[in-house]
């Protein structure tokens, strides 16, 4: 496994062992050091003093003696040996003693305790089988003439420590006293030392890992809840409840802040879910009026064409009746002209009287289809004023429905932005449906500006038809007069000539009565002409109504697949 693999508990006790062993390890090689020199220092102050002590009761002429009459037979040699060997039972931890001659940097033997008797026999012949150090250190002392303490060395028969005190005589440097002690008590000491601190440092050790352990597993709880609850996040889980720890750390803090993000973060995709929901059911629901609008927009399209037809029919006709209208007012200003022939002409008057009324009777007629039609023009702009009213209330609803998308979004962008990284794939899907929303309001904006203006363009035609209708109804009425008053002319073509006066001013009201029927109908003509003009206009605009619609129901269509891809990405979290 490798090293970065391995927990942060893990890691931190790997880096912190070695530490501790390296700290243990120096304290004990200090305190053996110290040990030793301790030891060693109060060797060289026992050296130093057996040393003087022993050079102070040697007889320098017994050596002087000895070093020119060399060998056993010398009683002088029995006398220091003698010496040497009280001064080694006295001491108890002197090891051996010995006298050198040094010539040419050799040492010769003078005298020695008893036990290196067997070591030294030719008195006469340089000492070969010596320790370097132990001929370094009678070198000093012999050329320096002051005493030289060796540091604890190594032969075969063990350790040692020397020391080298010069012998003089007569202010001369004659010979090298040397006194040897075993060093292997500071050996075994330095070893019971190092044993002792061996077990100890490896009890710390062990102490100081189980601490460690124990310290690092407590303050890694916090951060071991933040992972798995981080872990948690990233798997789309939000169904933790908030928690707080009472460690009041950067873990226990961070533990807490990722903790109540989790609690927002859920009550965000939650928010989101039910906003997605409500947004499907109203697009739903705007889809359904929608179709709705575009089928009624095709009828009242539809019905606006036939409109138009009839209106072009009823123009036509109108026109019909002004030429008749005409035809009757030349006619009675020929019966006029014709008062003095009435008696001659009374049958041809009667004759004209009843095709006069037959006229007028088709015009009734006439008049009273025109006036049904323009009553149902009128109740037709009526009910397209009344659902282009509705129009704008869906237009209302896709405003609104907008808007609340678009603080949605708004909502999500900025709980994204405090998620972080694991909130940018939030940001972009608000993003999208912030741009979605701001042109679908732009789209209702267009449509209410649409409605407006339609409903504008209805209310003129509402009026002009109401107009035209109350015109039709009072050229109805004229021409009813008109009716009346050829019948009255039936009726007096029997009495033409008692009655010729009479006549006469029924002829100048029936020429007036023509002439303002001739002038209604035109103005009805003319009203015929504004209503299929409008009707035009109506039809257009309900084309472009039904245009702006499909292109609604398309806007609409795409805002559910976003809403189904946004339902689709909040129900990947576990709420």
Known sequence: MKFRNLS???????????????????????????????????????????????????????VTSLIDHKGTDNPDFTKLQSQLDFIKKVQGTMSSGYIWEMKDGQAYP???????????????????????????????????????????????????????????????????????????????????????????????????????????????????????????????????????????????????????????????????????????????????????????????????????????????????????????????????ESTSLASEESNQMAEHADSGYEVLQHIITQMETINASVGQITNAFHTLHQQITEIG?????????????????????????????????????????????????????????LVARIKESTGNTIAAAEHGQLEATRGLSLASEAGQAFNRIQQSTSNVAMQMQEISAALQQISASSEEATASVTELKYSASNIALTSGQVNEAAGNLLDLIEEMTRATESLGNVSSQLQESVMKFKV
Do not use: C
């Open 110 to 336: 003078v005298v020695f305790t008893s036990n290196l008797n067997g070591q030294a026999k030719d008195f006469g012949k340089p000492f070969i089988d010596l320790s370097p150090v132990n001929i370094k250190a009678a070198q000093e002392a012999y050329k320096t003439g002051k005493r030289y303490i060796t540091d604890v060395y190594d032969d075969s028969l063990g350790s040692w420590k020397t020391i080298m005190q010069p012998i003089r005589s007569e202010g001369k440097i004659i010979a090298v006293l040397g006194i040897d002690y075993s060093a292997e008590y500071i050996n075994n000491a330095v070893n019971t030392s190092m044993t002792t601190e061996i077990i100890i440092t490896l009890i710390g050790i062990a102490v100081t890992a189980l601490i460690t352990y124990s310290v690092v597993h407590r303050l890694l709880v916090p951060l071991r809840r933040v992972v798995t609850l981080a872990n948690s996040i990233a798997d789309g889980d939000l169904t933790a409840q908030e928690m707080n720890t009472d460690i009041n750390d950067e873990v226990g803090q961070l533990y807490n802040a990722i903790s109540k993000m989790n609690t927002q973060l859920r009550m965000l995709i939650q928010n989101i879910q039910n906003q997605a929901s409500s947004m499907m059911e109203h697009i739903e629901q705007f889809q359904t009026g929608a179709w709705e609008t575009a089928n009624f927009s095709r009828s009242v399209r539809k019905d606006v064409s036939e409109v138009a037809g009839q209106t072009a029919t009823t123009s036509k006709i109108s026109e019909e009746t002004v030429v008749v209208l005409e035809e009757t007012a030349q006619g009675i200003q020929r019966i006029a």
């Open 393 to 449: 209330t869906f237009s209302d609803l896709i405003t609104e429905v907008s808007q609340q998308t678009n603080l949605l979004s708004l909502n999500a962008s900025i709980e994204a932005a405090r998620a972080g990284e694991h909130g940018a794939g939030f940001a972009v899907v608000a993003n999208e449906i912030r741009k979605l929303a701001e042109s679908t309001g732009k789209s209702a904006a267009g449509i209410m500006d």
């Open 8 to 62: 942060l508990k893990f890691k931190f006790i790997a880096l912190l062992i070695p530490v501790v062993i390296i700290i243990f390890t120096a304290i004990l090689l200090l305190n053996i050091n110290t040990l030793k020199s301790g030891l060693s220092r109060d060797l060289n102050h026992e050296l130093e003093g057996v040393g003087n002590l022993t050079a102070m009761q040697l007889d320098p002429s017994q």
